[in-house]
């Protein structure tokens, strides 16, 4: 699996701004690959980057930031709906002709509404966070996300949004995703 974070990151928005700029950077690798089995290695690390993300996020930012952002329950709705319509395209994704222009068209668009979203994370709640929180705060919300992050699905789930549901069904969609990731590694 790709590597999420970087380890020396003690602050929950450092960690998750950087993970943004790595995920910018890793659809460029997919739309720049030189051939298709590049193509598809570099669309199986991002999908799993995204996957692993937002569901961090939404079972340990979003539901802070509800608490302790102004307007916090309308900013974190409208992430979580562009999170399932996001989750709704990757699945689309995954079932194109990686080699198509097709694909490369649909994944810029993607790619458009994925760093407009992170925009909006990080200006509207990310910022907020980090202005409201301890230092402490922060840093064990970072450890909240790393942990996270370690059973989260590596695939998307549209639908489970919610930290609820992602606590409920999240482990088991992560064995199968992880199941399912091998066996695909294991055929190739």
Do not use: W, Y
Not at 154 to 165: D, I
């Amino acid at each position: 699996m790709v590597q999420t974070f970087v380890q020396s990151t003690t602050d929950v928005v450092d960690f998750l701004k950087h993970q943004h700029n790595l995920i910018k950077d890793m659809f460029d690798d997919v739309l720049h690959a030189s051939d298709p089995k590049a193509r598809e290695k570099a669309f199986v690390d991002l999908r799993q980057l995204l996957a692993v993300h937002e569901t961090a996020e939404e079972m340990v930012v979003h539901p802070r930031a509800r608490h302790e952002v102004a307007d916090g329950d309308n900013i974190v709705d409208a992430r979580l709906k562009e999170e399932h319509e996001a989750k709704e395209e990757l699945s689309r994704l995954e079932k194109m002709d990686i080699d198509s222009e097709e694909f490369l068209k649909a994944l810029t668009s993607f790619r458009d509404a994925v760093v407009e979203h992170a925009e909006h994370e990080e200006n509207e709640e990310f910022n907020q966070l980090q202005a409201e929180l301890s230092a402490a705060d922060l840093k064990r919300m970072a450890g909240a996300v790393r942990a996270a992050e370690a059973i989260a699905p590596t695939r998307p789930h549209a639908g489970v949004e919610s930290a609820v549901l992602n606590f409920a069904v999240g482990p088991f969609a992560s064995m199968l995703d992880r199941a399912r990731d091998a066996i695909s590694a294991a055929i190739k």
